[in-house]
């Protein structure tokens, strides 16, 4: 299957650039800097200083690649055995006693995000939303680091040891370095998969072995996973080291010996 890409450019924050248009200076290129941190081979050339007007100011882009879920949804769903699967383990958690749960569709919750049942002609599934940095350098703890992202989802309607199966995965984008990006980067690089989720939220016709014609397939986000950083970045929580950091109550920083665990 022949992947499609949507490609967006981000460019990282310089200030303001003067409005005269600098002339191109051949140098050797080394490293990229941007209009605070200039090369000082921008300001000397064969021994002479170069005229502000004249050096060249570099601004370094950043290419975000996200693959469309939606033709992901089409591929995933035509594989072979995966809507049987989908099916069965449906028949087999509603032949099951209440306690104990041992799956997410059983919670309480996932009945209060998912009260509609799937039908011969509508399939709602529910995915997890995945997001983390990782230093592609290992896990140094000293050095240097060059942190990227991977945001990637997971059907939970598949049974818990099928979840999170590489071929069951969806890569939705790669977040680029070279470091973690600012809460508002993060909102800008989630925005195509909200638009996304919010498309298919309302139902897509998606044609399916069962339904060759196509059938009405819902999507909703039901879980979001990762460390305490990452979530409180996706979501807009304040920082665990910030003075309320606490995601359940107000309680400050300065008293965290007033927590009272256990009585959430």
Not at 127 to 156: E, H, P, Y
Request: glycine fraction near 6%.
């Amino acid at each position: 299957m022949k992947e499609k890409y949507d490609v967006t450019e981000d460019e990282s924050d310089v200030g303001e650039a003067s409005m005269t248009e600098p002339e191109i200076i051949e140098e050797p290129k080394v490293k990229i800097f941007t209009k605070k941190h200039q090369s000082p081979a921008n300001k000397w050339k064969h021994g002479q200083i170069i005229p502000p007007n004249q050096q060249r100011l570099r601004i370094p882009k950043s290419t975000f690649l996200t693959q469309s879920f939606k033709d992901w949804m089409k591929w995933f769903l035509n594989v072979s055995g995966v809507q049987e699967i989908i099916d069965f383990w449906k028949i087999e958690l509603e032949s099951q006693p209440p306690q104990p749960i041992f799956d997410i569709t059983q919670g309480s919750m996932w009945q209060t995000i998912f009260p509609e049942e799937n039908t011969n002609r509508r399939l709602v599934l529910g995915f997890s939303l995945f997001i983390d940095w990782f230093n592609t350098l290992k896990n140094k703890l000293s050095g240097r680091q060059l942190s990227m992202g991977v945001i990637a989802l997971n059907c939970l309607n598949l049974p818990p040891p099928l979840h999170y199966q590489t071929k069951y995965t969806l890569i939705f984008g790669i977040i680029p370095g070279t470091k973690l990006p600012k809460m508002f980067t993060v909102n800008n690089i989630l925005g195509p998969l909200v638009k996304k989720l919010l498309e298919l939220n309302k139902g897509a016709i998606i044609p399916i072995p069962k339904h060759p014609s196509g059938c009405k397939v819902v999507v909703k986000l039901a879980a979001l996973i990762g460390d305490i950083v990452a979530t409180h970045e996706v979501v807009g929580f304040m920082s665990h080291s910030a003075q309320r950091f606490c995601t359940w109550c107000e309680v400050q920083g300065s008293k965290k010996e007033e927590l009272k665990l256990g009585r959430l």
